[in-house]
């Protein structure tokens, strides 16, 4: 049975959500107009007359063998990070859903990651991974150059991964604990007794019935991976080196803030925006028929 | 008794006009700055010495970040029109700014408030760097400072080195000299380019783009690719290979100063503005010494590096006296030795550099060595190609050169194929300045 609340008044559903509408046209409709708008002009940075120019910052950016090499790592940083985070998150919050005694604690410090801001952390692992007196300087120790994020671009690619990775693996685990803790016992346990193994279990019937959680989370955290990698980057890499951390969201960052290049910057946040669009929608389009939402 | 009561309160108002005379509002002047840590303390020390020298306007100095963050602060305030009235600019954002329209011009200013301006007794390298190509200054300079070598005496001791190499190839050797000698990083390193390209270029009386490096069009090309500015990179990457140094990005924490101010490393090339952080920390012997050049040549002038002051449209007459009280101020003897002495920037007007030389100041051990970077700064009067650059998103031009090297010392691209590569991708930048400004000049 469907619940549903009906207001008397006509006015006031209007008026309720009045303050989300305006919140979300100021900080988002509105600013992403105006890049619209100046993707098509060439916008000075201290204002002024703005030629039009129409498609022309579309396809200086088309024709850039830069701008196709930023949207490949972009890629590669969405598919890890995600990868990473949700896989070990899962493996997490089966073992935590597993235990019996103290599981406030280990739900309680598993969580606590999250409250990190991303500057913070890419600060903390900026020491980890330091070539010369970090925590990976072990390695350079056995074998002499062979980690340096310096100059090999692959080597800070990991690093970034790793600690984006890290940061939203806490995210994911809550997530992923609540919608474990909401499949019922009885169905695992008839499982159990008719003699399927822990595997077997977890494939036929908990991630099944997990799937909604595992969709709502994919969405998220490729959606997330294309715009929040920025934190981490500024701090760690700033795009480098040789621009092989250089994701989209940051090219924009750079080129617009301290290249002072709006226009330039505002056709990229478009191009980036509609990519996130039609990723999720391909998402939704795709994958969530396959999931099955509990009635 | 009516006319009485009004004479009284006629008496009492004027009165009260009188007595609130004195304590009248000061005219605020408002001053927005990128530099941070000991350099920010010291630059409000610069504001509290002028609020305390005279007593009709109260400047008002405020921290923005770092230089680009303060560019940008400046940007958005212009934008929303809550602009301060002065804005530190670094050297780099010196094309965009004079274009802007958004810039009261520093030698208009002081003609306007009725100021007579000795400005040939700015420093002739400083002064070029941010005047207009009839000379006319646009911005104030203010921290001014080029870069130098800095190496330790200790290690040159052991390994016998008599003293700081001339040329390129001399360092060179001298670091294969420290290298067996049993140093571990003869020298702490970047691709720099304000050292590598930038004064590299200007000492060697090769251009960085055509046009006089810029001054003379917006049209100008890059053409860093064709000069020896190659052969000089890939003496850095020999520097990478063979592992005469480390690579030091200032973004991991440890840069190149710290590197060599903790005694690891034996040189490094950095700014004279560091001396005094360095005199600081540093446990060893050390000096400085001016920047090296390619055997056979006889090198021209250094250029200043660091920022200036940009004064903004959109105030009334009053502020703008109270703006060009500061700027006379700042330009004062005083004020000239004071910031030099607490920094380690060089003084921008001749006047202030004579009165630290009669007072033995570079004679005095701590600043022993500082007088280096005037004397690189005036070694020859600037030529068109060593006056400085005015070349559009040049910061964004250096970010990419930036880029191109890395890859090269990854052992991605050669250092023709990257500086080729670097030359293509900054000349597209030049031509959007160009389609930006189309139909203005720079002045």
Known sequence: MIKRVLFRNRLLPYLLILPEVLIVFVFFYWPSAKALFWSFTLEPPFGGFAQWVGLDNFRELFSSPEYYESAGITLIFAFWTTFISMGLALLLAIFVDRVIRGLVVYRTVLMWPYAVAAPAAAVAFQFIFQPGVGFFA???????????????????????????????????????????????????????????????????IVFPLLSPTFFFLLVINVTDSFTEGFGIINVMTQGGPGGATNILVYKIYQDGFVGLDLSGSSAQSVVLMSLVIALTFVQFKWIERRIHYAE | MERKTLTAAAVLGLLAVGLAMPVEAKTEINLWYGLKGYLGKQVMKVCERFNAAQDEYEIVCTGKGNYDQALQAGIAAYRAKKHPHILQGVETATATLMLSGAIYPAHQLMADAGYDVDWSDYIGSIMSYYASSDGKLYSFPFNSSTPVMYYNIDMYEKAGISGPAE???????????????????????????????????????????????????????????????????????????????????ELFGVGTRESFATGKCGHYFGSIASHGTVLKSAKMKWNVAPLPHNEGVTPNNTVVGGASFWIMKGFDEADYKGVAAFFDFIRSVESQEFWSTVTGYV????????????KGFYKQEQYAGREVAIESLARTPPTPLSRGLRLGYFRQIKKIIGDELEQMLAGKKTAQEALDNAVKRGNEQLRRFEKQYQGQSLP
């Open chain 1, 138 to 204: 072990f390695l350079n120790d056995i074998w002499p150059g062979i980690w340096d994020p310096n100059i090999v671009g692959a080597d800070a690619m990991l690093m970034v991964i790793i600690a984006a990775s890290w940061k939203s693996i806490t995210y994911n685990f809550i997530f992923f604990l609540a919608g474990l803790q909401a499949i019922p016992r009885t169905f695992v346990e008839a499982a159990a007794l008719d003699g399927a193994g822990p595997i077997r279990r977890f494939v036929t």
């Open chain 2, 347 to 358: 003084p921008t007007t001749r006047s202030g550099y004579d009165a630290l030389v009669a």
């Open chain 2, 167 to 249: 040329t390129w190839e001399q360092f060179e050797e001298n670091l294969r000299t420290l290298k067996a000698s049993g140093v571990a990083c003869p020298i702490a390193f970047s691709t720099y380019l304000w050292v590598h390209l930038e004064q590299f270029s200007y000492m060697h009386g090769e251009p960085i783009s055509t046009r006089n490096n810029g001054f003379d069009g917006l049209d100008a090309e890059l053409v860093f690719n064709q000069t020896s500015y190659v052969k000089h990179v890939e003496r850095l990457k020999r520097w990478y290979d063979e592992k005469l140094g480390s690579y030091a990005k």
